[in-house]
């Protein structure tokens, strides 16, 4: 009985004691965990204002370099660019050359190079053709257009049009004439060459792949024409006469004048009138011979010398370098004033000889020629047109149409003399 009461007693005496002692070392543990805790912040801030105090941290400068390539790098290099060239050849090359030589290509016929040729000058020959024969295609189709007359009036009628379209768009007719124009009449007449028109060939040298000859080739007329033109420049050298002419006798004037020969006239009374009265009104007036106004009216001119160079000497000095550029102006204006009359005569020479280049028609061509005449707001104009209709083509030869003014009649006329 006692040994059973005393068991459970020891028990929960055991139990507390046990339960005192954790308590108690809680109640221990506390405040040496507070001091640690305060201990590392003090310590925290210690090192804190151990590091404000210290200098700014030092800056080293570091440079990086490459490593070198070796001997190694090298053949690592050319082994990856052979090993992969090998493969480009086994998987890419390689099956291409099995795919064509398995497929059997068509054999091309060789292209035969054009000989070259070389023409010479003055190896232009004209070579006139054989009379139409009545079993010529082109006279069977002079018979055929003949048994037409619609078609010989229609052709006239669009040529006639074709030459106010040409009238209406020239600058210069237009800019005389007004604007306004309109077809008036014609007089176009149809006519069937008996002959062809001639052909010309050029000798030179002809260069082949496996031959040097000289050979004979036909040249089209229009190159003719132009060669001719070049070789033969009779229009400039006519121009050039023409400008020369102009300056000699210019030269021979002013060499006359300077001795006297050919003095000039004495100013007329309406010419000193008007000088008169534009110098009345303020106007300048460049007098007809001798000093100018400005000397005539201040003739003491070595007193306003002196006085300009003794006011403005800083200003002449200045002005320097403008004198020259004054000077280049004033001797280009006296070059152009004293070759204005030869380039005029060039100019008049040129415009009255010069004409377009014209080719003969190609072969089979029917003529059409005649007058047309155009309304225009100032003046009647009369054209003399020549032109070749192309039956195969059925339509004008625009490289061989000629065209000339034959009389320009005015609407309103003036005496030309005067009322």
């Known amino acids: 009985m006692y040994h059973a009461m005393r068991s459970p007693m020891l028990r929960n005496i055991k139990l507390l004691k046990s339960t005192c002692l954790r308590s108690l070392g809680q109640s221990i543990a506390t405040p040496q965990q507070s001091r640690t805790i305060f201990a590392s912040k003090r310590e925290l801030l210690r090192i804190g204002v151990q590091n404000q105090n210290q200098d700014?941290?030092?800056v080293h400068?570091?440079?990086?370099r490459k490593r070198r390539k070796g001997l190694f790098d090298v053949f690592i290099f050319m082994g990856t660019v052979y090993a992969c060239s090998l493969a480009y050849n086994h998987f890419v090359l390689q099956p291409l050359d099995r795919a064509?030589?398995?497929?059997?290509?068509?054999?091309?016929?060789?292209e035969e190079l054009q000989p070259l040729f070389i023409p010479f000058p003055m190896t232009i020959h004209e070579v006139k053709q054989a009379p139409y024969l009545g079993s010529d295609p082109e006279w069977q189709e002079f018979i055929k257009f003949s048994q037409q007359p619609d078609l010989a009036q229609k052709v006239c009628h669009n040529l006639a049009n074709l030459i106010l379209k040409a009238v209406d768009k020239h600058p210069i007719l237009s800019r005389h004439l007004g604007q306004k124009m309109k077809l008036r009449r014609y007089w176009l007449d149809v006519d069937f060459p008996l002959d062809p028109p001639p052909e010309y060939t050029?000798?030179?040298?002809?260069?082949?792949?496996?031959?040097?000859?000289?050979?004979?080739?036909?040249?089209?007329?229009?190159?003719?024409?132009?060669?001719q033109r070049a070789l033969w420049p009779s229009i400039m050298t006519l121009s050039s006469i023409s400008f020369f002419k102009v300056v000699v006798a210019d030269f021979v004037d002013q060499i006359s004048g300077l001795f006297g020969l050919n003095p000039k006239p004495p100013p007329s009374i309406e010419q000193i009138l008007a000088r008169h009265r534009q110098f009345i009104k303020g106007t300048k007036v460049p007098p007809h011979d001798g000093p100018p106004a400005e000397a005539q009216l201040f003739p003491l001119k070595?007193?306003?010398?002196?006085?300009?160079?003794?006011?403005?000497?800083?200003?002449?000095?200045?002005?320097?370098?403008?004198?020259?550029?004054?000077?280049?102006?004033e001797a280009l204006v006296e070059l152009r004033q004293q070759f204005s009359g030869p380039l005029v005569a060039f100019k008049k020479t040129f415009s009255r000889?010069?004409?377009?280049?014209?080719?003969?028609?190609?072969?089979?061509?029917?003529?059409?020629?005649g007058l047309v005449e155009v309304d225009?707001?100032?003046?009647?104009?009369?054209?003399?047109?020549?032109?070749?209709?192309?039956?195969?083509?059925?339509?004008?030869?625009?490289?061989?149409?000629?065209?000339?003014?034959?009389?320009?009649?005015?609407k309103k006329q003036s005496p030309r003399g005067g009322d």
């Open 353 to 369: 000889f010069w004409k377009r280049p014209i080719c003969h028609p190609p072969r089979g061509c029917i003529t059409v020629s």
């Open 61 to 64: 400068r570091v440079m990086f």
């Open 376 to 410: 225009t707001a100032k003046a009647y104009l009369v054209l003399d047109v020549i032109a070749y209709w192309n039956p195969q083509l059925r339509s004008i030869d625009m490289q061989s149409l000629t065209v000339g003014v034959r009389r320009i009649q005015l």
């Open 100 to 110: 064509l030589e398995d497929t059997e290509l068509p054999e091309l016929p060789e």
């Open 302 to 329: 070595d007193d306003i010398s002196e006085a300009g160079t003794i006011g403005f000497t800083s200003l002449n000095a200045g002005n320097k370098d403008n004198e020259s550029d004054v000077k280049i102006k």
């Open 56 to 58: 700014s941290p030092s």
């Open 202 to 227: 050029q000798s030179g040298i002809e260069i082949g792949s496996d031959y040097i000859a000289w050979t004979t080739h036909s040249v089209d007329s229009m190159t003719v024409r132009k060669l």
